[in-house]
């Protein structure tokens, strides 16, 4: 079986080497979707009978550890140097330096790699991150699975 839980954020970036607009600083209404497969829970009289994990523990898990850091902060590389030093000027700016451009593709791996460890066997019921999807538009985004 699987689920999936949608949540949404805003956030700055820009991609510093790109030869069209994406070279300034702009910001999105992303989404992201998780997808999780596991077994359905028949434990009676459990709170999670029927399911196979809470979507509200979906949620919350999301939001702990990738939504609630990117939400209304500047992703930026740390190879953008010229972002970095600016950013880093502004008091108590809410910036997320990451190692890599913050391109869809690159966010959609990051989240994937910091979701995966928190959603495994949350239940004892093999449950298992299948899939993080982030929009950048609503007409763009990128699938994050595991490599198999």
């Known amino acids: 079986m699987f689920i999936t839980r949608r949540l949404e954020f805003d956030a700055g970036h820009r991609i510093p080497n ?7 600083l702009h910001g999105h209404r992303y989404a992201i979707e998780i997808t999780l497969s596991g077994d ?18 979906v949620k919350r898990i999301a939001k702990e550890q990738v939504v609630d850091a990117w939400d209304h902060a500047f992703l930026a590389y740390r190879g953008d140097k010229v972002v970095c ?16 451009v913050p391109t869809v593709e690159n966010l ?7 979701l995966n460890p928190a959603y495994r066997d949350t239940y004892g019921n093999h449950l298992r991150l299948k899939q993080v999807r982030i929009y950048e538009t609503p007409n763009n985004w990128a699938d ?3 490599g198999e």
């Not at 434990?43 to 509200?56: L, N, T």
């Open 85 to 100: 030093d600016f950013l880093a000027s502004l008091p108590n700016h809410k910036t997320i330096i990451l190692e890599v």
């Open 144 to 146: 994050c699975m595991p």
């Open 40 to 57: 359905i829970i028949t434990a009676e009289g459990q709170s999670e009978q029927g399911m196979v994990m809470d979507f509200s523990d």
């Open 108 to 114: 959609a791996q990051i989240a994937f790699d910091i």
């Open 18 to 24: 790109h030869t069209s607009q994406c070279k300034h």
